[in-house]
T-cell receptor, first 111, second 115 residues
Framework: SQQGEEDPQALSIQEGENATMNCSYKTSINNLQWYRQNSGRGLVHLILIRSNEREKHSGRLRVTLDTSKKSSSLLITASRAADTASYFCATDATSGSRLTFGEGTQLTVNP | DAGITQSPRHKVTETGTPVTLRCHQTENHRYMYWYRQDPGHGLRLIHYSYGVKDTDKGEVSDGYSVSRSKTEDFLLTLESATSSQTSVYFC??????????????FGPGTRLTVL
């Protein structure tokens, strides 16, 4: 079963709007990562947040982590059509199991 | 996709035939992974390797075998392909010793269709 579950499964917004995606997980983690996948391509690492961090920024990306709720959110500000992609969270569990990916959120940014 | 190539990129085969997919990296990363991606299931780990000749099973390893005789190459073999193995297969690499995390870098994928 998947460790991470993204919500919503699909999101459609207009260019310039902000996009927020959520990820919930089940077990204790060392860190949580977000990846992007453009259609027909491999996944690309976006950002990593460690279990002792609450918020992290990278350009237009903002990630939060709430370990008490076992959840994370990815915010993309001022979205662009080029942000259209699937976004996956991946958890690195303290149990030593390998990185586990959720099923992803399909983001569509309309020009 | 830089530094990671997969071959072939597309393959159509028939049920019962053997199939080998190849992943090649130029990054000298110790860990290599094979995933399959299917609608409704996300990305699932098939097998991974933590060094030459060192491999372990993932979540969905039945029907698959792997080999790693060199640092740069990781082969995934379907001994007798079945229609349920129709999927997109991704190779990934990581070097936890360098980053103290399991940040992974993915290849471009192989689309396999089993008729």
């Amino acid at each position: 079963s998947q460790q991470g579950e993204e919500d919503p499964q699909a999101l459609s917004i207009q260019e310039g709007e902000n996009a927020t995606m959520n990820c919930s997980y089940k077990t204790s983690i060392n860190n949580l990562q977000w990846y992007r996948q453009n259609s027909g391509r491999g996944l690309v690492h976006l950002i990593l947040i460690r279990s002792n961090e609450r918020e992290k920024h990278s350009g237009r990306l903002r990630v939060t982590l709430d370990t008490s709720k076992k959840s994370s959110s990815l915010l993309i500000t001022a979205s662009r059509a080029a942000d259209t992609a699937s976004y996956f969270c991946a958890t690195d569990a303290t149990s030593g199991s390998r990185l586990t990916f959720g099923e992803g959120t399909q983001l569509t940014v309309n020009p | 996709d830089a530094g990671i190539t997969q071959s072939p990129r597309h393959k159509v085969t028939e049920t019962g035939t053997p199939v080998t997919l190849r992943c090649h990296q130029t990054e000298n990363h110790r860990y290599m992974y094979w995933y399959r991606q299917d609608p409704g299931h996300g990305l699932r780990l098939i097998h991974y390797s933590y060094g030459v000749k060192d491999t372990d099973k993932g979540e969905v390893s039945d029907g698959y075998s792997v080999s790693r005789s060199k640092t740069e190459d990781f082969l995934l073999t379907l001994e007798s392909a079945t229609s349920s193995q129709t999927s997109v297969y991704f190779c990934a690499i990581s070097e936890p010793a360098a980053t103290s995390t399991d940040t992974q870098y993915f290849g471009p994928g192989t689309r396999l269709t089993v008729l």
